[in-house]
């Protein structure tokens, strides 16, 4: 990649002392100022070779032996020393009323001449170079500066317009989300054939707006859009509408649309559209402030404008519940398509078209990844296939195998793998035997995901170990019986810790507050409790696409109902802890022959796990639900 050039004024201010202090050196010439009767001495004296005469002073040249008797000895003992030119001296003086200096001049036989000065010239050159100076250099630096520094771009777009098939990107470069490109096919096909769709008095939607959580492919997708069509696209984010200077935004809104016109057909993308169109009103400090001038000047722009002209406006946002609602409504953004996190035949898809420059081994089973990378989005996927890529290269390997995959699931999902952190012997045994009790109670759970692997190597900032499951397929819908064997195997390692050790650690603060935040689901949002009944009793929304924590509210709950819900959560998990410590009872051989080898290889794959287990099943039925679901 090329290097930018970067422009400083310490680079002016360097050449111009250089070339000062060059001219002192090597081009100035020493110049001798003497009174007007040392230059009457020096001329009577015979001493003086030439002048020139002004108006206000006598310049002229001295024999080399002029100066001794007019200065003092150390004075022309010093400027002989500094004159490098072995020639006569140069003098000036200044001129005064004399009207016998021309007939002593004649007299001398001294070479002299007239000199007319032009005031008025030298007044305005003084004036008018250093502006000419100034200026260039001005606009110099707002060249070089461009629209992000200059102040006569403030308000101009800072869109970045990739013109026809610039993008590089088109429907053959996007996988696994094929409802959403199926309905961004109208737009293209709008823009290729505009006709097709006047004739029959139809209108596309003014604005598509792209919804879904982070790394789905929506910026992606507009791109792909715009290179499918031909068409010039128009890309720049939310937040570079907003500005510190009052009326920037709205300006930069104005030229966008005047500059997309011109262009038509060509689609304009608003990236992080909730940075610019966040619901009016809803601002802590009050007052009209630029951002709410901004949007007020998008939504008059969507408007008025008309979409047979073909400008096309699409923007992708992860908050659409925070946006304002005069930017949802027909004749604006009037078309939402949601960009889903993949299935796994989607991610299957995207592995595919991120893998394809990538030199995979054969054993490399892309199937078998999607299956294991559930909940993955397309950012994440093309971030697995670069991160097994660099493990191979870094281990010497001629492709990417099985092993480098695996290795980069493992960073991406629990962290980076803590090689130097030592545990005292305890604390590894009290890990192998939390693990190890997440691992069997999953192993005997019928709705549980399947155990992949166990591993007791520290990861991440506070993993100490971790217990990986695969799902056998992708869920959309949990019935109440697969939800309370997930309770259950959150509440494996706690239970074990509690069975072998007598006492627990903080080892499972995670796993406690997943399973509480489950059980509390199943109460208040779920309808799955028979002492509240089918109610549902919500609590504060957040993010529909991000999983931040949000301010919490007061619930609007009575004291009664609020009591009773938090009656019913702990009944919920002192269930669980009672089936999982049953289980763990049972199956206690199996339990510290799990721990044993976990201690001795720290990573156990589920097909030794299966293993395992088989030889110290003796007559387990805790796979049959029967009397565990008395219980619950």
């Keep these: 990649m090329e290097r930018r050039q970067q422009f400083s004024i310490w680079y002016f201010l360097s050449v111009f002392l250089i070339l000062i202090a060059f001219q002192n050196l090597f081009f100035q010439q020493h110049v001798e100022t003497l009174a007007y009767n040392e230059f009457k001495s020096a001329l009577k004296a015979r001493k003086v070779i030439e002048v020139t005469l002004t108006d206000e002073a006598i310049t002229g040249k001295l024999a080399r032996d002029g100066l001794e008797g007019l200065l003092p000895p150390a004075r022309v003992s ?58 260039a250099l001005w606009g110099f630096l707002m060249k070089r500066m461009g629209a992000a520094g200059g102040m006569m771009e403030i308000g101009k777009s800072k869109a970045k317009v990739y013109m026809e098939k610039q993008t590089g990107v088109t429907f053959a470069d996007v996988a696994g989300i094929d409802e959403a490109k199926t309905e961004l096919m109208e737009v293209v096909e709008f823009l290729r054939t505009p006709g097709r769709y006047r004739r029959l008095g139809g209108k596309l939607p003014k604005g598509v707006l792209l919804v879904g959580a982070p790394g789905t492919g929506k910026t ?95 923007a992708a946002t992860n908050r659409p519940e925070i946006l304002d609602r005069a930017l949802l409504r027909p004749g604006r953004f009037d078309r939402h398509v949601t960009v889903d996190r993949p299935d796994l035949k989607g991610r299957e898809a995207i592995l595919r078209v991120h893998s394809q420059h990538v ?39 001629n492709a990417v195998g099985m092993a480098d995959f695996d290795e980069a699931i493992d960073r991406i999902v629990a962290g980076l793998e803590k090689k130097n952190r030592v545990m005292n012997p305890m604390e590894k045994e009290t890990v192998a035997y939390h693990e190890a009790g997440h691992a069997l109670v999953a192993e005997s759970r019928p709705h549980a995901d399947r155990v992949g692997k166990i591993s007791i190597i520290p990861r991440g900032i506070v993993a100490l170990g971790y217990t990986q499951q695969q799902p056998t397929e992708d869920r959309y819908l949990l019935r109440k019986s697969e939800l309370l064997d997930r309770l259950d ?78 009656q019913e959560v702990a009944r919920l998990l002192a269930g669980a802890q009672e089936r999982v410590r049953a289980t763990l009872i049972e199956r206690r051989a199996a339990l510290d022959a799990l721990a044993a080898v976990l201690l001795e290889k720290e990573v156990v794959d589920g097909a030794t796990l299966r293993e395992l287990l088989a030889r110290h099943t003796t007559g387990d039925k805790s796979r049959g639900r029967a009397a565990e679901s008395k219980a619950a």
């Design 220 to 314: 992606l997708l507009a791109k792909a859009v715009a290179g499918e069509a031909s068409v010039p696209f128009f890309s720049m984010s939310g937040s570079d509408f907003v500005e510190m200077f009052v009326g920037v935004g709205a300006a930069r809104v104005r030229d966008l649309f005047q500059q997309a016109e011109k262009t038509a057909p060509c689609i304009i993308f608003i990236d992080e559209l909730d940075a610019l169109g966040k619901a009016r009103g809803i601002n802590p400090m009050g007052g009209h402030d630029e951002r709410e001038q901004t949007l007020n000047q998008l939504l008059v722009e969507m408007h008025g404008f008309d979409t047979n002209k073909g400008v096309i406006i699409m």
């Design 489 to 566: 195997v959150l509440l494996g390692g706690r239970v074990a810790e509690d069975i072998v050790f007598g006492d627990v650690s903080t080892g499972a603060q995670d796993d406690l507050q997943r399973a509480s935040d489950l059980a509390r689901h199943m109460v208040t949002q779920y309808g799955m409790s028979e002492k509240l009944g089918l109610g549902t009793f919500e609590e504060p929304r957040g993010p529909v696409f991000l999983n931040n924590p949000t301010v919490q509210e007061a619930r609007s709950l009575s004291e009664r109902t609020a009591q009773a819900i938090d």
């Design 78 to 135: 010093e400027l002989q020393r500094a004159s490098q030119d072995p020639g006569p001296h140069a003098f000036t003086t200044v001129r005064v009323n004399d009207p016998e200096l021309v007939q002593e001049l004649e007299a001398a036989r001294v070479r002299f001449s007239g000199q007319f000065e032009n005031k008025w010239l030298g007044a305005i050159l003084s004036w008018v170079v250093p502006a000419v100076i100034f200026v």
């Design 359 to 397: 030199m995979l081994a054969p054993e490399v089973d892309l199937t078998a990844l999607a299956a294991r990378t559930p909940g993955f989005a397309g950012a994440d996927l093309a971030n697995l296939v670069n991160e097994a890529a660099l493990l191979a290269a870094r281990k010497g390997r």
